[in-house]
């Protein structure tokens, strides 16, 4: 209430009492003051077992991303590979041509499926997944 004495004020306007006013302030003491902040040697530990914690999470992520690296690289390595021998078969055989029908087991009677190259090449084909 404007311009009244209000029950447990200090004047005609309200204000914080002298226990607010402590109280408030030994909570933001840590925030204002101005010496350095002791640590605990427990909180020290603590703090330095995480660090380590980390760092041996940091090296166990570093050596996860070297295995990928070199599972990449041979993987490439690889596909290089098969490219080159496709280039070769494809200067000597029409891929579209079927595959040779070899007749086996059964007495000789029983036909294999054919299937052209280039099916039989797709059905093989790493690089492509």
Not at 64 to 76: A, D, E, H, S
Not at 92 to 111: A, C, E, Q, S
Request: proline share 4%; hydrophobic share 30%; net charge neutral.
């Amino acid at each position: 209430m404007t311009g009244h004495k209000l029950q447990g004020s200090h004047g005609s306007y309200s204000r914080p009492t002298d226990e607010q006013l402590l109280k408030q302030y030994k909570k933001a003491y840590e925030n204002l003051r101005i010496e350095p902040v002791l640590v605990s040697t427990k909180e020290l530990e603590f703090v330095n077992i995480q660090l380590y914690d980390v760092k041996e999470e940091n090296m166990e992520l570093k050596k996860t991303v070297k295995l990928l690296q070199t599972g990449m690289t041979l993987m490439n390595e690889k596909i290089e590979e098969q490219n080159i021998w496709r280039k070769k078969v494809e200067k000597v055989v029409d891929l579209d041509d079927p595959i040779p029908t070899f007749y086996g087991g059964h007495g000789g009677k029983k036909p294999v499926t054919r299937k052209s190259y280039r099916q039989e090449i797709k059905e093989c084909d790493i690089s492509e997944e």
